[in-house]
């Protein structure tokens, strides 16, 4: 497979300036125990052993084999189910078979559309397609650098808030990296004069929903029967109050944008709004509902995704101290101490290796799903409408014949002198015309927080704390991740 080709080419030397080459870093990885992992269950368990497994943590479903399978087929109540586990079939489902596959599976569409009504990441069809065009350019277009002035103020704040932190006690660096990203994103949506009592009470609503909805959790989400509490009046109207206090807020901050409207905040509301107004597809322009629904799209999206993926960079630098002292060896090179800005993160491999090391063994959205819209093959399995199909990045990104060394943490795999993955077998942000629309947004994001919290602090993890792996709807530290600050 290309993977397999391309890490035979792999670079044997030390570079130019005394670092490990990918071989050598790949052989001094496999020395080491590899951090955290979920340990497959057993092939002669059943399969209801296996589901009452997955009730705890849906990535203890998988049995050793599945990592290096390249589709398989389940059943379950009726439903039909295929796993993609190949860059081919991966290939054929989300860019290929695009128009067959653009709609996610019916679970996912019940448990998010009361809260995102018909934002983009729940629709399909014209109108996804509609909404993408009229939202991808606020994203991709020349705000970027200015969303990252947002971002390294942000991390300057907890950086200085963690310099008067008192050094014998710890921090959860999980909660730590939420409130962070929550501030950005935040920030990014509603502009600077945004109150903080109205971002905390969106985060506070969002913590609600996601508390009360009977549906919001992966297993749910894939429609695996055996978690089902449906039918819970009181929780569906709790959900249905939380969904109702975040749509009001919202709708407070934009009525107040309209008023204001043309004053050059550079905010993503602002931007939808102009879509709103120039429409640049007249026959529908963005109405406020629209803005309002893809406002929520975009915090939901780009909130806790980052968090997490941070707070497993931290895990690993700790675990790997050597990978740590390269990194603030980088910054120091490159940052002298300064904050770091827009252009700083061209110059800073690897602290995005680190990153995207971290997201290939942490994917923070470990499972995607679509339902076939008609028949189809994949490979050798027989589609029929209605089935689900699964894509897994926690099980293409640890596939035995995909990597080398797949449980270890190795970043010199991302770095530019190393042969890029397979964009079909490393997808933390998913693939193809549905890829994440904040895609570039949130590898600056990390990057940028990344360095400007670690050329101030080495956190360390508190001794003796075991670090799991939660899987809910994300990926994170099972019951955060206790750290003591380390001040450099
Ligand atoms: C490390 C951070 C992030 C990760 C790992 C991530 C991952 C993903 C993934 C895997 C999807 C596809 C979901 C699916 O097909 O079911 C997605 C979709 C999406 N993401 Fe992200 N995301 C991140 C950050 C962000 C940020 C910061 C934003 C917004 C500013 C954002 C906005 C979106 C939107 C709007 C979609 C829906 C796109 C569509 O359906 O057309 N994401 N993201």
């Not at 978690?227 to 009046?233: E, K, T, V």
């Not at 107040?256 to 026959?283: A, C, P, V």
Request: charged share 25%; aromatic share 8%.
């Amino acid at each position: 497979m290309h993977h397999d080709s391309v890490l035979s080419k792999a670079i044997t030397t030390n570079n130019s300036n005394g670092h490990q080459g990918l071989s050598e870093a790949l052989n001094s990885a496999k020395c080491l125990e590899p951090p955290v992992k979920v340990t497959p269950v057993s092939a002669s368990k059943g399969i209801v052993h296996r589901l009452r497994l997955a009730q705890h943590n849906l990535l203890s479903v998988w049995r050793e084999e599945d990592y290096s399978i390249r589709t398989s087929r389940m059943s379950l109540m009726k439903q039909d189910y295929v796993l993609c586990n190949s860059p081919d079939t991966v290939r054929r489902v989300f860019l290929e078979q695009h128009d067959n596959y653009d709609r996610k599976s019916p679970q996912m569409r019940r448990a998010l559309e009361p809260l995102l009504d018909d934002g983009l990441f729940v629709s399909d069809g014209d109108l996804w397609r509609q909404r993408r065009r009229q939202c991808a350019p606020s994203l991709t277009n020349g705000l970027l650098p200015g969303f990252c002035t947002t971002m390294t103020a942000s991390a300057e704040e907890t950086a200085k808030r963690w310099a008067q932190h008192p050094s014998d006690a710890p921090i959860d660096m999980l909660t730590e990296m939420a409130h962070l990203t929550a501030r950005i994103i935040g920030r990014t949506i509603f502009g600077d004069d945004t109150t903080d009592e109205e971002a905390e009470q969106v985060v506070a609503g969002f913590t609600e929903y996601q508390r009360h909805s009977e549906h919001l959790d992966m297993a749910n989400m894939l429609g695996l029967p055996f978690l089902s509490l449906l039918g819970n009046p009181l929780r569906r109207a709790r959900t249905r109050y939380s969904a109702k206090q975040v749509h009001e807020i919202i709708d407070r901050i934009i009525d107040r944008h309209t008023y204001r409207s043309g004053q050059g905040q550079h905010s993503l509301i602002e931007s939808f709004m102009t879509s709103m107004k120039d429409g640049g597809d007249n026959s529908c322009p963005m109405g406020r509902k629209a803005v309002r629904n893809e406002a929520i799209v975009m915090f939901m999206a780009g909130h806790e995704t980052t968090a997490n993926a941070l707070a497993w960079c931290w895990y690993l630098l700790d675990y790997d101290p050597h990978a740590m002292a390269r990194l603030q060896h980088e910054l120091d090179e490159v940052l002298d101490g300064r904050t770091p800005c827009y252009e700083d993160v061209a110059n800073l491999p690897y602290t995005m290796a680190v990153f995207e090391e971290a997201m290939r063994l942490y994917p923070p959205v470990p499972m995607l799903s679509r339902q076939a819209r008609g028949d189809d093959k994949v490979r050798n399995r027989d589609v029929r409408q209605g089935t689900v199909l699964l894509v897994s990045p926690w099980l293409l990104h640890r596939h035995r014949k995909l990597w080398e060394a797949p449980d270890h943490f190795v970043p010199e795999r991302f770095l530019p002198e190393s042969p890029r993955p397979d964009k079909f077998a490393y997808l933390p942000f998913s693939v193809g015309p549905r890829v994440c629309l904040g895609k570039r947004f949130g590898l600056y994001e990390g990057v940028l927080c990344l360095a400007t919290l670690a050329q101030h602090f080495t956190p360390k993890l508190v001794s003796g704390h075991q670090v799991s792996i939660e899987c809910r709807l994300t990926l994170r530290p099972q019951g955060g991740l206790p750290m003591m600050l380390q001040p450099r």
